[in-house]
Every structure is written in C-alpha cells, then in structure tokens.
C-alpha cells in the first residue's frame, strides 16, 4: 500500500469523518423513509431527512462543547437532501418500509461507534463514550418518531438502544486495549448491527418490568 494512503487511512479525522457520513447518510435516508410512510410533501421529505440525520450529532456536539459538526461544513446537509430526493424518486416501493427498518439498523450501529469515537477524541471518559455513542445514536430516530407520531424507539421493548450502547462499548473496549481505529469500528458495527438484525429477525425484545401483586 502506499504510505501516504497508509497513514490517510489510520488518521483518525479520516476514521471519524467517514463514520459520520455514513451515519448522516444512513439515518437521513430512514427520516425520508418515515416521511414517504405518511405521504408527505418534498419540503417534509427534507425535513425528516435533516433533522433524523444530524439530530443525534448535534446533540453530542452541544453535550461536548464542540463546534455543531454540520453548521462547520454544509456537505452534512447536502448529504440529507441528497437522501431525501432519492428516496422522492424511488417512488412508492413494497420493499421501502421493510428497508426503513434495515437501515435503520446500520446507523444504530454505525453511529453507536462515530459517538463514542468522537467523545474519545475530546477526551470524554470512557462511560461518557458509550453514552456519547448512544445519544448519537439514538436521538435523531426519537424525533423522527415524534414527528411521524410513531411509537419511540425509548416506549418500544424491542432491541434498538440496546445495539447502539452494545457498538459504543465493544468500540471503547477494543480501543482501550489499543486495538486500531479502523479495525476496532468495523468489528464495533458488526456487533451492533448483528445484534439489531436478529431482533429483527426473531422478534427479540428485552424483558419487560414484573408485574407484582395489586393492592
């Protein structure tokens, strides 16, 4: 490999910005998704797309104390209109609401890990991480939810959170033993989406608080 391609792929701004990218990219594509669900107009359509896209990262961001990644460079949000007009011309697919789900399932995964990376490089401690990556995570599909008046993901028993806090914690752990970035991401993701895609496919949920005797 060339040494200069070497070390452009083990910069960790490298690592951490195509995490965020693909987590952008990922998560606006589902807010269009939620969006072509209830018939929406394209104005709506770039809406959801946007605010599921950054809505996570922002939020980590302003909890770090760092600059607002998408207000710093507008290729973010070109990124989410980008997804939302794709997902416009699609046109109506059977299999688009399935894909909602599967797609859903990547950016879980894939920003449990930019959320934790991103907190590491402040300087976050390693609990702080995990929380980063869930909130990252997490947070742009609650208020996708919200506004398509869909049960959150949070009143939901299914594993969805639980996958991004299981991709923030194996990426800190593998990190903390001094695994490299690149290869302690990808198996982090792998984990994570393993972990959603067969809840997906059989139904697994967390168990539900006892109910105990009424008075």
């Given at each position: 490999m060339?040494?200069?391609?070497?070390?452009?792929?083990?910069?960790?701004?490298?690592?951490?910005?195509?995490?965020?990218?693909?987590?952008?990219?990922?998560?606006a594509?589902?807010?269009?998704?939620?969006?072509?669900?209830?018939?929406h107009?394209?104005?709506?359509?770039?809406?959801?797309?946007?605010?599921?896209?950054?809505?996570?990262?922002?939020l980590?961001?302003?909890?770090?104390?760092?600059?607002?990644?998408w207000?710093q460079?507008w290729?973010?949000?070109?990124?989410?209109?980008?997804?939302?007009?794709?997902?416009?011309?699609l046109?109506?697919?059977?299999w688009?609401?399935r894909?909602?789900?599967?797609?859903?399932?990547?950016?879980?995964?894939?920003?449990?890990?930019?959320?934790?990376?991103?907190?590491m490089?402040?300087g976050?401690?390693?609990?702080?991480?995990?929380?980063?990556?869930?909130?990252?995570?997490?947070f742009?599909?609650v208020?996708r939810?919200?506004?398509?008046?869909?049960?959150?993901?949070?009143?939901?028993?299914?594993?969805?959170?639980?996958?991004a806090?299981l991709?923030?914690?194996?990426?800190?752990?593998?990190r903390?033993?001094?695994?490299?970035?690149?290869?302690?991401?990808?198996?982090?993701l792998?984990?994570?989406?393993?972990?959603?895609?067969?809840a997906l496919?059989?139904?697994?949920?967390?168990?539900?608080?006892?109910?105990?005797?009424?008075?």
């Open positions: 060339d040494p200069v391609i070497g070390e452009t792929i083990r910069n960790p701004q490298t690592v951490l910005t195509a995490l965020d990218f693909a987590g952008v990219a990922v998560f594509a589902t807010g269009a998704l939620a969006a072509a669900r209830e018939k107009d394209l104005v709506t359509f770039a809406f959801f797309a946007a605010i599921t896209g950054v809505g996570g990262g922002t980590r961001d302003l909890l770090l104390g760092l600059p607002v990644f207000v460079d290729r973010y949000i070109a990124v989410c209109l980008a997804a939302a007009v794709g997902i416009w011309l046109g109506w697919r059977d688009r609401f894909a909602l789900l599967w797609l859903d399932a990547v950016g879980l995964a894939a920003y449990g890990v930019m959320g934790a990376a991103k907190a490089a402040a976050a401690s390693p609990l702080i991480c995990i929380v980063m990556g869930t909130l990252t995570a997490c742009g599909g208020i939810d919200l506004l398509a008046g869909q049960p959150s993901i949070l009143l939901r028993r299914e594993i969805a959170v639980s996958a806090i991709s923030a914690t194996v990426y800190v752990a593998l903390g033993l001094e695994t490299d970035r690149w290869p302690a991401a990808a198996v982090a792998a984990v994570g989406f393993a972990l959603r895609a067969a496919r059989w139904g697994w949920t967390l168990p539900g608080f006892p109910s105990g005797p009424r008075a």
